[in-house]
C-alpha cells in the first residue's frame, strides 16, 4: 500500500483492497428490535434517500448514527492511490457525483461554437466550501487518497 509521496508517511485509514465499507444514509426505523431480527430482517426500515414521502416520517435519524445493521450498501474496496487534487479528470469529478454547469467555448464544424460542460469547476467550489477553512482548498493542491470501489450488496429497498 503507498503512502503520501510527500513523506507524510502511513497507509490509507480507509482500507485496502477487498476490504468492505458500509455506507451510512439518513434513515428511519419504528422498531429498531424486529428490524434487527433475523427472521423479519429489515422491516420497518426506511431510507430517505428512496422514500417517496419523506414527509410522513416524523423524525429522520442522521446518517452519522446508522448502525452496520442498518446498512443496505455495501463497498469493496478495488484500488487505492494518492495523487494531488488538482489531478483530477473531468471523469473522476463526474464520477464524484459533480452536475456540469460551467461551460467553455469549443469549435464544432464550420466554425460554430458549442458550449461544453466542465467538471472540475463546480467540483472545486464544493470541494472548497468544505476544505479551505481547515486549509486543504483547491489553492493548496494537497494530497488526497483515491478511492475504486464496487458496490458488492444491496440489501434493502
Same mark, same amino acid.
Request: hydrophobic share 35%; aromatic share 14%.
Given at each position: 500500500?503507498?503512502?503520501?509521496?510527500?513523506?507524510?508517511?502511513?497507509?490509507?485509514?480507509?482500507?485496502?483492497?477487498?476490504?468492505?465499507?458500509?455506507?451510512?444514509?439518513?434513515?428511519?426505523?419504528?422498531?429498531?428490535?424486529?428490524?434487527?431480527?433475523?427472521?423479519?430482517?429489515?422491516?420497518?426500515?426506511?431510507?430517505?434517500?428512496?422514500?417517496?414521502?419523506?414527509?410522513?416520517?416524523?423524525?429522520?435519524?442522521?446518517?452519522?448514527?446508522?448502525?452496520?445493521?442498518?446498512?443496505?450498501?455495501?463497498? !469493496?474496496?478495488?484500488? @487505492?492511490? &494518492?495523487?494531488?487534487?488538482?489531478? =483530477?479528470?473531468?471523469?473522476? %469529478?463526474?464520477?464524484?457525483?459533480?452536475?456540469?454547469?460551467?461551460?467553455?467555448?469549443?469549435?464544432?464544424?464550420?466554425?460554430?461554437?458549442?458550449?461544453?460542460?466542465?467538471?472540475?469547476?463546480?467540483?472545486?467550489?464544493?470541494?472548497?466550501?468544505?476544505?479551505?477553512?481547515?486549509?486543504?482548498?483547491?489553492? !493548496?493542491?494537497?494530497? @488526497?487518497? &483515491?478511492?475504486?470501489?464496487?458496490? =458488492?450488496?444491496?440489501?434493502? %429497498?
Amino acid at each position: 500500500q503507498k503512502a503520501y509521496p510527500d513523506g507524510g508517511g502511513g497507509k490509507c485509514p480507509y482500507g485496502i483492497p477487498g476490504d468492505h465499507l458500509w455506507v451510512r444514509e439518513t434513515w428511519h426505523c419504528d422498531n429498531p428490535a424486529m428490524a434487527q431480527d433475523t427472521m423479519s430482517r429489515g422491516e420497518g426500515l426506511v431510507y430517505r434517500a428512496t422514500e417517496k414521502h419523506p414527509e410522513i416520517f416524523p423524525k429522520w435519524k442522521p446518517s452519522i448514527f446508522m448502525p452496520r445493521w442498518a446498512s443496505r450498501i455495501t463497498l !469493496e474496496i478495488e484500488d @487505492v492511490r &494518492v495523487e494531488r487534487l488538482q489531478e =483530477i479528470t473531468e471523469e473522476d %469529478a463526474k464520477a464524484e457525483g459533480i452536475f456540469a454547469y460551467g461551460y467553455e467555448a469549443g469549435l464544432c464544424g464550420e466554425g460554430s461554437i458549442i458550449e461544453l460542460p466542465t467538471y472540475i469547476e463546480p467540483f472545486m467550489e464544493l470541494w472548497d466550501s468544505l476544505n479551505a477553512k481547515r486549509g486543504y482548498g483547491w489553492a !493548496e493542491n494537497p494530497w @488526497v487518497w &483515491v478511492i475504486s470501489f464496487r458496490r =458488492i450488496e444491496y440489501g434493502r %429497498a
